[in-house]
């Protein structure tokens, strides 16, 4: 069975500093690799994916993420935070079917 | 339309009520996914539809919850008698195919409260 593991349910960061999101997974095969981001009283936005090919994908307003498979990790980074990145991140695995399964998600807090 | 559009946006209603939460999904977009979220957890599957065919509704909490998609588009999630722990923000999302490479496409969900 096909799981998500996000580490850390709330993350601080100053404004400027290096972003990192956390998230392992479990999967018996191949997976597809999701990060979405939800900001409040809204749905789920699609950041980035991983589906095959180049393992370091990058999405929108200057995140990406890197696919490690010896490692069952994609994690989530940004450079240099910015006080709108604060919102919360859903990380997700797919294998296949048409169940997305999603972790548990990571409330991303950016100080000034 | 442009979007997944949702509603209600919010719900207030009294246990033992029934409600219908209503979702449009982008138009031509096959599969149509209901997620419910509840405070501090991740999205929890609860019924998926792809097409004409017949739905999987093997996330659905009890037989109190209930789904239909007419004409292969618009969707609505029925709970009947509801009970506080249905308290919870009510996610739809679609996607262009069974295909599941292109992510999902969310609405803004609704907020069901159970008083």
């Known amino acids: 069975a096909q799981s998500v593991t996000q580490l850390g349910s709330h993350v601080s960061v100053s404004e400027g500093a290096l972003v990192l999101l956390r998230c392992n997974y479990s999967?018996?095969?191949?997976?597809?690799l999701f990060w979405y981001v939800q900001y409040p009283n809204q749905g789920l936005q699609l950041l980035l994916k991983?589906?095959?090919?180049?393992?370091l994908v990058k999405g929108i307003n200057g995140f990406e993420a890197e696919f490690k498979k010896s490692e069952t990790s994609f994690h989530l980074t940004k450079p240099s935070a910015h006080m709108s990145d604060a919102a919360e991140y859903f990380c997700?695995?797919?294998?296949?079917?048409?169940?997305?399964?999603f972790g548990a998600g990571t409330r991303l807090f950016v100080k000034a | 339309g442009a979007g997944v559009s949702q509603s209600p946006s919010n719900k207030v209603t009294e246990k033992g009520k029934d409600v219908e939460l209503r979702c449009d999904p982008i138009s031509g977009h096959t599969a149509l996914y209901w997620y419910r979220q509840s405070l501090g957890q991740g999205l929890e599957f609860l019924i998926y539809f792809q097409g004409n065919s017949a739905p999987d509704k093997s996330g659905l909490p009890s037989d109190r919850f209930s789904a239909e998609r007419t004409g292969g588009s618009v969707s609505t999630l029925t709970i009947q008698r509801t009970q506080q722990e249905d308290s919870a923000v009510y996610l739809c999302?679609?996607?262009?195919?069974?295909?599941?490479?292109?992510?999902?496409?969310f609405g803004s969900g609704t907020r069901l409260t159970v008083v």
């Open positions: 999967s018996s095969v191949p997976p597809y």
């Open positions: 997700a695995v797919n294998t296949g079917g048409f169940k997305t399964i």
């Open positions: 991983y589906t095959t090919g180049a393992t």
């Open positions: 999302a679609s996607s262009p195919n069974r295909a599941t490479t292109d992510g999902y496409t």
